[in-house]
């Protein structure tokens, strides 16, 4: 074990295991466990089935359908599902999928299962009865007594209420609301003012790709100190990282597969700041030799590079419930070793792009510029 300090400005001293810089991992590989200082620990599953597609966009939810899929990722041994307030039913979906783990299979099984969801409050004053009322209306809704992690999401950090929606978010931590408190999106700055205060954060989701490495310049650094883990999302880029995008056309209308999803529009807009289309074009192909070496996919490739990524405890890979899954990509992600030559020729291409952290900023800053 080993003391250290976050920066000049450190107000506090935290203790963390002395390889902190890769998740704490359960027995099983495919697990990560996230803690705090507090003693704070949920184990997870590195590779994080996203519920954001639940919102609309990508095609008409059917419940029944839905939790038919949840249950079959469970099954798999994919048990840790990421959801939000925000995202349409799915909290609600989450709540019925668990009552059927406990109906069908007993609790022994629904223990098992992880909801990680999110808080995204509107810029409004914070009262401990606005912040438990919240928290309250997502737990009715999971059909939980307590929130298995609450990720927490600010819109405007020139408003310092963030602080005191996490020391309220704290103390109904402490009184069995919610077992592990993280956030969503927050930069590095705010990171680390939020761990020097002794609040005690167990992970920060932030957007990491091979085409965004940026959680891998300041914040790796506060994460290695504060022991608090990174869970990417949009890893996969909205599908953009896969075979159906090699040598496709995407500025012509029906030349090529359409952008017809948020989460590939999102993402072809961030190839656009990073390099462009022709140097994703590379980055895809390499990849793709990457991948057919090793008998997988490119989104294989793709994930399981940011999962060996310092600090990384979990990955997200977006699920289209009762539309479409890839539960065979998602098992290959834990098979999959890149070796060392493998890691040079994707890095040699990741290299070639522009510094998002210079173009956009830090982790989350694509949401709060004007």
Not at 129 to 143: L, W
Not at 260 to 288: H, I, R
Not at 290 to 310: E, F
Request: glycine fraction near 8%.
């Amino acid at each position: 074990m080993r003391e250290i300090r976050h920066g000049i400005h450190c107000r506090r001293c935290v203790t963390v295991a002395a390889s902190s810089s890769q998740p704490s991992v359960a027995a099983d590989p495919r697990r990560a466990v996230v803690s705090s200082g507090a003693g704070d620990k949920l184990e997870i599953c590195r590779v994080v089935n996203g519920m954001w597609q639940t919102s609309g966009g990508w095609g008409r939810i059917e419940s029944n359908a839905a939790v038919d899929a949840m249950l079959r990722h469970f099954d798999a041994g994919l048990n840790t599902f990421d959801l939000a307030d925000i995202y349409g039913p799915a909290e609600e979906l989450y709540g019925v999928f668990i009552n059927r783990l406990r109906r069908e299979r007993g609790e022994e099984a629904a223990i098992q299962a992880r909801g990680l969801t999110k808080w995204v409050p509107s810029p409004v004053k914070i009262t401990r009865q606005f912040v438990e009322s919240s928290i309250d209306r997502s737990r009715k809704r999971m059909d939980v007594k307590c929130l298995d992690m609450l990720q927490f999401h600010w819109w405007e950090y020139s408003n310092p209420g963030y602080l005191d929606a996490l020391k309220h978010l704290t103390d109904l931590k402490e009184e069995g609301k919610i077992k592990t408190l993280a956030l969503t999106n927050f930069d590095t700055k705010r990171l680390e003012i939020i761990v020097n205060k002794d609040i005690p954060i167990v992970s920060n989701q932030v957007q990491h790709s091979l085409v965004d490495m940026r959680p891998q310049k300041h914040m790796k650094d506060v994460c290695e100190q504060s022991d608090v883990k990174l869970i990417t999302y949009g890893t996969v880029m909205g599908g953009l990282l896969s075979e159906k995008f090699v040598d496709a056309n995407v500025s012509i209308p029906f030349a090529g597969p359409a952008l017809d999803t948020p989460s590939l529009k999102k993402y072809k807009q961030m190839v656009n700041a990073w390099g462009g289309w022709d140097l994703f074009q590379e980055l895809l192909k390499t990849c793709q030799q990457v991948a057919m070496k090793h008998g997988v996919s490119i989104s294989t490739v793709a994930v399981r590079y940011i999962l060996d990524q310092p600090c990384v405890a979990g990955s997200m890979v977006g699920v289209r419930l009762g539309i479409s899954e890839h539960l065979k990509d998602s098992e290959a992600i834990f098979q999959l070793k890149l070796d060392e030559d493998d890691v040079d020729r994707i890095g040699s291409v990741i290299s070639r792009g522009k510094d998002l952290m210079a173009v956009i900023g830090d982790c989350g800053d694509e949401y709060r510029r004007a």
